[in-house]
T-cell receptor
Framework: RKEVEQDPGPFNVPEGATVAFNCTYSNSASQSFFWYRQDCRKEPKLLMSVYSSGNEDGRFTAQLNRASQYISLLIRDSKLSDSATYLC???????????FGTGTQLKVEL | GAVVSQHPSWVICKSGTSVKIECRSL??????MFWYRQFPKQSLMLMATSNEGSKATYEQGVEKDKFLINHASLTLSTLTVTSAHPEDSSFYIC???????????FGSGTQLSVL
């Protein structure tokens, strides 16, 4: 089983739709979690941190479910500019090891 | 905010040549930098952790003699792909941490194409 798994997609959604991605992780001792956004052939950019209590930033909501070992990202009222690959990152090893998921590709269409 | 500069942005070279990629932290000191490789439609794969003033720590399966890492100062790490071959063609990205934060600041990446 991979350390971090994501559905690669692509998820094709119309503008204005709500879309959610999940990311599962295998190490129960994982301590921190992040969502990054990566545009084609660009560097990943931090989107948001993920907390057990949930984290909301505008149209984006991230959630952590430790019992089931997954994190989620919800995007409301999706925009064309949201089209990108979304990478989940799981931190283990006392903060020294960051493992990236393969990413979920989102395409928002008119 | 923190900025990490990486260059060159892209390199096209002949098979057998060596290519050096630089990664600089512009407004903070980075004791640790990371080098990743990303093939098309795949995730970032950590190649090695670069530690200032000491040897880099390589991930399993990464040849340290092929991918030379030097972290000579607190603001600069270099990755040299020695005797590059077409299978080394990939997108290479560096990242750095500022202090004890777990957040990574990424360079803009280097697209390497080996002919």
């Amino acid at each position: 089983r991979k350390e971090v798994e994501q559905d690669p997609g692509p998820f094709n959604v119309p503008e204005g739709a709500t879309v959610a991605f999940n990311c599962t992780y295998s190490n129960s001792a994982s301590q921190s979690f992040f969502w990054y956004r990566q545009d084609c052939r660009k560097e990943p950019k931090l989107l948001m941190s993920v907390y057990s209590s949930g984290n909301e930033d505008g149209r984006f909501t991230a959630q952590l479910n430790r019992a089931s070992q997954y994190i989620s990202l919800l995007i409301r009222d999706s925009k064309l500019s949201d089209s990108a690959t979304y990478l989940c990152v799981v931190v283990t090893g006392g903060g020294n090891k960051l493992t990236f998921g393969t990413g979920t590709q989102l395409k928002v269409e008119l | 905010g923190a900025v990490v500069s990486q260059h060159p942005s892209w390199v096209i070279c002949k098979s057998g040549t060596s290519v050096k990629i630089e990664c600089r932290s512009l407004d903070f000191q980075a004791t640790t930098m990371f080098w990743y490789r990303q093939f098309p439609k795949q995730s970032l794969m950590l190649m090695a952790t670069s530690n200032e003033g000491s040897k880099a720590t390589y991930e399993q399966g990464v040849e340290k003699d092929k991918f030379l890492i030097n972290h000579a100062s607190l603001t600069l790490s270099t990755l040299t792909v020695t005797s590059a071959h077409p299978e080394d063609s990939s997108f290479y990205i560096c990242s750095a941490r500022r202090g004890s934060t777990e957040k990574l600041f990424f360079g803009s990446g280097t697209q390497l194409s080996v002919l």
